[in-house]
């Protein structure tokens, strides 16, 4: 993937303030006494005061009131009402007021015209669980005219995140060419037409919403037979199959399940992996831009190798999240700027004790003055989320927890998950249980529970999926799930047409019975 942008803070200079001159006072001597032989009185005079004159009043200039040009908007467009009362035109030409449509200067309409505002995809909405998946024009212009009881004709921008759109003749609503669109256009009164001109640039802006699209895949393990072929130089292999559907997305998130170098000594655990160095880069090859490494292998290896991974990574432009060299490094976000929207992303790891060696994962968590990963404890995921919410619009957070093998979330992983949502996380990422696990939508926010293996050489159901995530301010407008398959030796594949459906009807079956009462 494009390496992502940094985000530069903004310095203002104070402003400097100013004095006025003290105003000087000129007095009038006393004059010498007049005679009073044979002297005509005179009247008393008035004396002089010693105070200033006042100064006359500085007069105001008058400022001629703008013109006022009305503009109608509709229901569907009520958020932008404060935003039309507080416009002002460029150069300071009018102001806008709100007004009844038949009174207008100005008029949003749903309808083609020469000031098209925008062409929004409208969507052919069921629920995220049904099994319908794609539709052709003439059954969707049907649906339009006689209605349908599963099938719900709203805006995308609309559809609530328990939803999902049709695909309409193999498109998506955001595919070029994509023949399901609402136009709304500015319709003016003779004579406003410069005004109309002025004003359709900040309407465009205000009904724009910008997205951000994430794909989320789970863990990725590169020792074995995929580590043989990439020290072998077979860079591309790994995701040969796959990088195409990865690279589509503005960013693109893995879990990254091993150790990643030549260092180090192996810890005394059960199954120690270690990625080789070259995995870095087949993972940028790949179109990854961040992986987590809150995980139970990241150390595997040691310290050493743990700090080789951030390094090798770091050098391929790929940010690496949940493990540091201490605390502050392991649970800091990866922030970034996407389609003007801006995004942090944490990682977290939860996960019982080996029972066959005793290791315990949680020994690995960091500290202040030693590297390590960080432990997704419900309070701290909620400082931290917290602690980042008012300088981002969007918040990831990848959590590798649950139980191995067990298609239903652990509590301590549903803790950890509600936690990260409750305090402002918009999606959270889940994976270790090496299966797929189902969604919960909770309260204003997502959770994929588990997105099981992704490229994994293990004994284990080859079942996976690729989850595309769209988001925009208001958080995920929609999720897909691409069904892929976990060949021999690890390489995963896009499922056949054939293949493709039990994969996702498994994952909605679980995802009824995490939203159900």
């Not at 004159?53 to 467009?77: D, G, M, N, Y």
């Not at 409208?122 to 024009?137: C, D």
């Not at 999902?164 to 609402?182: H, N, T």
């Not at 896009?494 to 939203?515: F, G």
Request: hydrophobic share 45%.
């Amino acid at each position: 993937g494009e390496a992502l942008p940094a985000l530069t803070p903004e310095i203002l200079d104070p402003a400097s303030t100013g004095s006025l001159a003290a105003q000087q006072v000129t007095r009038t001597p006393t004059a010498a006494p007049l005679s009073t032989e044979s002297a005509t009185p005179l009247p008393t005079a008035t004396p002089f005061s010693t105070d200033p004159a006042p100064l006359p009043p500085t007069p105001t200039p008058s400022t001629t009131p703008l013109p006022i040009v009305t503009l109608f908007v509709p229901p569907a467009w009520h958020s932008i009402s404060k935003s039309v009362e507080a416009y002002r035109s460029p150069g300071n030409t009018c102001v806008l007021q709100l007004a009844d449509r038949e009174e207008a200067d100005l008029r949003i309409v749903q309808a083609e015209g020469d000031f098209v505002i925008s062409r929004e995809p409208l969507a052919l909405a069921v629920p995220f669980t049904s099994p319908r998946q794609a539709t052709s024009m003439e059954e969707a212009l049907a649906v339009i005219a006689e209605g349908d009881e599963e099938i719900t004709v709203m805006p995308w921008s609309e559809m609530p995140r328990e939803m999902r759109a049709l695909r309409v003749d193999s498109l998506f609503v955001l595919d070029e060419g994509y023949p399901l669109r609402e136009t709304w256009s500015l319709q003016v009164t003779p004579g406003f037409e410069q005004i109309a001109m002025e004003v359709l640039p900040m309407l465009q802006r205000w009904r724009a919403k910008p997205l951000v699209h994430v794909t989320a895949v789970g863990d990725i393990m590169l020792d074995r037979a995929l580590g043989y072929a990439l020290s072998q130089g077979q860079l591309d292999y790994p995701f040969a199959k796959t990088a195409e559907q990865l690279r589509r997305a503005d960013i693109t998130i893995g879990n990254v399940e091993s150790a990643l170098g030549d260092s180090g000594e192996a810890e005394s655990k059960r199954y120690p992996f270690r990625a080789p160095p070259e995995a870095a880069e087949a993972l940028a090859l790949a179109g990854f831009d961040v992986v987590s490494l809150a995980n139970n292998h990241a150390g595997d290896y040691g310290d050493a190798a743990l700090q080789q991974a951030l390094e090798l990574l770091s050098a391929q432009d790929i940010a690496a999240i949940g493990a540091g060299r201490n605390a502050q490094e392991a649970r800091a976000p990866f922030v970034t700027e996407i389609n003007g929207l801006k995004l942090a992303s944490l990682a977290y790891v939860h996960v019982p004790v080996e029972a066959s060696t005793g290791f315990d994962t949680a020994s690995w968590t960091a500290t202040d003055d030693s590297p390590g990963v960080a432990w997704a404890d419900p309070l701290m995921i909620k400082e931290d989320v917290q602690g980042i919410k008012g300088a981002v619009d969007l918040i990831i957070v990848v959590l590798h927890s649950g139980f191995e093998y067990q298609e239903a979330p652990s509590e301590p992983q549903m803790a950890a998950a509600r936690a990260a949502i409750d305090a402002g996380a918009n999606l959270v990422i889940g994976h270790h249980a090496h299966i797929l696990q189902g969604i919960e939508f909770y309260h204003d926010g997502v959770i994929i529970y588990g997105t099981g293996n992704f490229a994994f050489e293990i004994d284990g159901p080859p079942d996976t999926a690729l989850f595309d995530i769209w988001l925009d301010r208001d958080g995920v407008r929609q999720i897909d799930v691409t069904p892929a398959i976990i060949q021999f030796g690890g390489q995963p594949r896009l499922a056949e047409s054939w293949e493709a459906p039990p994969i996702r009807d498994r994952v909605y079956q679980l995802t009824k019975l995490l939203n159900t009462g």
